[in-house]
Every structure is written in structure tokens, then in C-alpha cells.
């Protein structure tokens, strides 16, 4: 999920239901065996999909009873930023809307470098 989240960093996790996710959050769940930290790209009922934000393809879609929550803030470091602040939210709907790749990094390049520089 870079640029958003790094490895050995600390990630903030709200607790919700899925009906509550939007698309272009970040839904942390755990499907038995693996934890994932990935964009929603469409909600429906108890069921969301998502993907990285370096793939086109979406994830198999996840049953309501594994989602612990959605991404809230991401901290490593001396750098802490939000990823629930207005431009946090509007770089991942784009970035979960979007099936250009390169276009979708520039804006979260762009987005990435703007909160760490005002966290500092």
C-alpha cells in the first residue's frame, strides 16, 4: 500500500462494520491466515472488495465477519500523518476509482509528499 503504508510502521485502526466502509478507505481485515491492509473499491451489504493501490485487479471479495476496521492514521518514524483527512479521502477515491496506474501514482505521490511534509 505505498505510499500511504510502509513496512515496520504503525497503523491506526478504527473499528467498524461494513456497512460503515466507503469507497477509497483502506479496510484492514483477516481472512484466517493473512491480515490485509488494502483500498475498498465497492462495497455491497456485508461484502467489500478491495485492492493495492499498485494493482488493477481487486482482491477476491471479503465477508463482513473479517474486517477489524478501517485505516485511520499511519506513523514511522518521526513521520505521522492521517489517512482520514480530506486529501487522504479524496487520493483514495481516486485512486480507487481510477484504472489509469500512472495516473493514480502521480496523485498519491503527490498526496503522500504533502502530509508528511505537514506532519513534521
Known amino acids: 500500500m505505498r505510499p500511504w503504508i510502509w513496512p515496520d510502521g504503525e497503523l491506526t485502526v478504527q473499528r467498524c462494520g461494513p456497512d460503515e ?3 477509497g ?3 484492514v481485515w ?3 491466515e493473512r491480515l490485509y491492509a488494502h483500498r475498498v473499491v465497492w462495497t455491497e451489504g456485508h461484502r467489500f472488495a478491495t ?3 499498485w494493482s488493477l ?6 465477508d ?3 474486517l477489524l476496521g478501517r485505516a485511520v ?3 514511522k518514524g518521526g513521520v505521522s500523518y492521517r489517512l482520514d483527512s480530506a486529501g487522504a479521502r479524496l487520493a483514495g477515491k481516486l485512486a480507487a476509482q481510477s484504472g489509469r496506474r500512472d495516473l ?3 496523485a498519491l505521490r503527490w498526496c503522500a509528499q504533502r502530509l508528511g511534509q505537514r506532519s513534521r
Open 21 to 23: 466502509l466507503t469507497v
Open 25 to 27: 478507505e483502506i479496510a
Open 30 to 32: 483477516f481472512d484466517g
Open 51 to 53: 485492492r493495492s493501490d
Open 57 to 62: 485487479e481487486p482482491d477476491s471479495p471479503a
Open 64 to 66: 463482513g465477519h473479517q
Open 73 to 75: 492514521a499511519f506513523r
Open 104 to 106: 493514480v501514482r502521480r
